[in-house]
């Protein structure tokens, strides 16, 4: 199962080179799996039983699972798909060097580690709008070769690299595109790939991507090595867990966001109001009012799971001596005690007795005391949807490199856990006890 799990991840991952990419990688997974699209523009006829979901901007997701019966409340995942990485901007060309040079004129997406981007094959992905037929419709695009590389300077020009050096990206991170005047237009070449010309594009969200492939390595296969395993690696285990589970009292829900690697702050981020208007829209389309809604939310628990820094080997004093996990450890909690992650002594509670069912072992994170940390989905969520909420994540090194190193059995100890999460509904009794059932 090790194996099969993470060869399957690295294919998710290979066809998930952009947002809008891996979006239509999970809607395939979905459909596969009987689940039906539903339109935010078109009314919600939603039946027990039933399995649906929907996408916001090609690159946000929520699915659902409909209970036979009547739900007693909500249990959900919240994972993000965006990376940090370049965008191409609105005219991505221009010549260097007395037109010896073609660039890709770019800007950052997101914290990235920059020089991990350079001197490697680079590719472009995203998606490309065009009119069709007098319709405005997004298309898939992903040039998947070896397109363009941002330089060193060498040593002999720069000697102090080595002792610390800062990046600028509007001069150190353009990516060369091409030698001389002939190199062919990228726009030109994204409108080939969906069947139109140049001038028919109106307009596009194109990403440079890392072109290595994700592989198993280290002795005994123990390491994972892959760009985007922050966080697909996460959205790919809990959406094997929401697609693996037994039936529940819950209305199970497996949210994919975009846009959290930038404050998720978009109509298709976790800060918008579209996890609060989806679950209410749900229960009000399967015939229960505002007391309903208000109802299940007191029996609702929300894991937002992206991955969580491992304990360096070489640096071991950056991490907090008591609280860092390791590779291959097991699911990690993660805390902060200014809620930059939203764990609390409940949400740990209930997460530690799933994962005690599930037979999985629990690590935990907080960064050093003196040291600011990062933040993810949970708390943002929190602000809409007012429910029990545990941060959670795999181990990894390299967070925010172009190329990502976790453990090879983290995998399956997450989709174990998921597993037993979505296979549970949350209860509270009349004296305030929780418990799953």
Known sequence: MLGTLNRRLLEFIAASPSPFHTVATVSALLEQDGFAPLSAAAPWQLQPGGRYYFTVNDSSLIALHIPDGTPTGFTMSASHCDSPTFKLKAHPQSSAAGNA???????????????????RPLGVAGRVLVEEQ????SRLV??????????????????????????NAAVDTLPLYGVGSDAPSLLSMAAEVVGVT???????????????????????????????LDDLGCAFGCLEGFLNADSSDAITVYCLF?????????????ASTLLRDTLRRTVFALGMDEEG??????????????????????????????????????????????????????????????????????????????????????????????VRTVDIGLAQLAMHSAYETMGSA????????????????????????????
């Open 101 to 119: 040079y073609v660039q890709l004129q770019t800007e950052p997406y997101g914290g990235m580690l920059m020089s991990t981007w350079l001197d």
């Open 134 to 137: 007098g319709r405005i419709v």
């Open 142 to 167: 992903h040039l998947d070769q070896d397109l363009a590389v941002i330089p060193s300077v060498a040593i002999h020009m720069n000697r102090s690299v080595n002792d610390g050096f800062k990046y």
């Open 198 to 228: 140049e001038k028919d594009i109106l307009g596009h969200d194109l990403y440079l991507t890392c072109r290595s492939r994700g592989t198993v390595a280290g002795c005994n296969d123990s390491l994972l090595l892959s760009p985007r």
């Open 258 to 270: 975009d846009n959290e690697e930038t404050g998720s702050e978009s109509k298709q981020g976790a």
């Open 293 to 386: 809604y208000q109802r299940l939310i007191a029996n609702s628990f929300l894991v937002s799971a992206d991955n969580a820094h491992a304990k360096h080997p070489n640096h071991p004093e950056l991490a907090d001596p008591q609280n860092a996990p390791v590779l291959n450890g097991g699911v990690v909690i993660k805390y902060n005690a200014n809620q930059r992650y939203t764990t609390d002594g409940v949400s740990t509670a209930l997460m530690r007795s799933i994962c005690r069912m599930a037979d999985v072992p629990v690590q935990v994170f907080a960064n050093r005391s003196d040291m600011v940390g990062g933040s993810t989905l949970g708390s943002i969520a929190n602000t809409h949807v007012p």
């Open 410 to 437: 983290d995998l399956p100890y997450l989709v174990e856990a998921m597993t037993t999460l979505y296979s549970k509904s949350l209860h509270v009794d009349n004296d305030g006890g929780l418990y799953w059932a």
